[in-house]
């Protein structure tokens, strides 16, 4: 009966502080110096402490690509080339980037839209020649739940563009 006492009591002593743990942390290297580390599973959210931000889903991408024929592409100036859509079903981080190239003379401006609104520009130049260059804009910010688009404009006319191969835009997506 002694024994059993003993045992008992042993085994409350070892298995308790395991069934009460509620945080874990895991401290990596790189590079691993006993392995890779190829798969980590979460149920729930994880929450990062250094900054408190807090992740519910994995991290997804969305490309979307220029539906126009033609090189350059037809289109009005100040008009979206095509509109990137995307959801968010809670608020996150999200970093859009757009990319195309143009035929014209000098200069040439290509802006991002989030929402509607100018996020980003940049200025192309072939100087006096009129030549294939390429454009490339980003934008990185929190945007609300709910449904978003991205576009690609231009203050100048049929220049930009030359299908799905030339012109595509890219989000990735880190919603809280």
Do not use: K
Request: with cysteine; hydrophobic share 40%; net charge negative.
């Amino acid at each position: 009966m002694l024994y059993r006492s003993m045992f008992a009591f042993f085994l409350l002593l070892t298995v308790t502080p395991l069934c009460s743990a509620d945080t874990l942390t895991l401290t990596t290297y790189y590079p691993s110096p006993s392995g890779d580390y190829q798969d980590l599973s979460v149920a729930g959210v994880i929450t990062f402490p250094a900054s408190g931000s807090t992740m519910s889903r994995a991290p997804r991408t969305v490309h979307s690509t220029d539906p126009r024929g033609g090189c350059p592409g037809a289109l009005a100036a100040n008009t979206d080339f095509w509109t990137m859509a995307f959801t968010l079903t809670r608020a996150g981080t999200v970093l859009i980037s757009g990319d195309s190239i143009r035929n014209a003379l000098g200069r040439a401006d290509l802006i991002l839209y989030v929402d509607g609104t100018m996020m980003m520009q940049t200025i192309t130049n072939t100087g006096t020649t009129s030549d294939w260059v390429g454009g490339h804009v980003q934008w990185t910010g929190t945007l609300a739940a709910g449904a978003h688009n991205a576009s690609m404009r231009s203050p100048q006319a049929n220049i930009w563009g030359c299908g799905s191969s030339w012109s595509s835009m890219d989000a990735v997506i880190f919603e809280n």
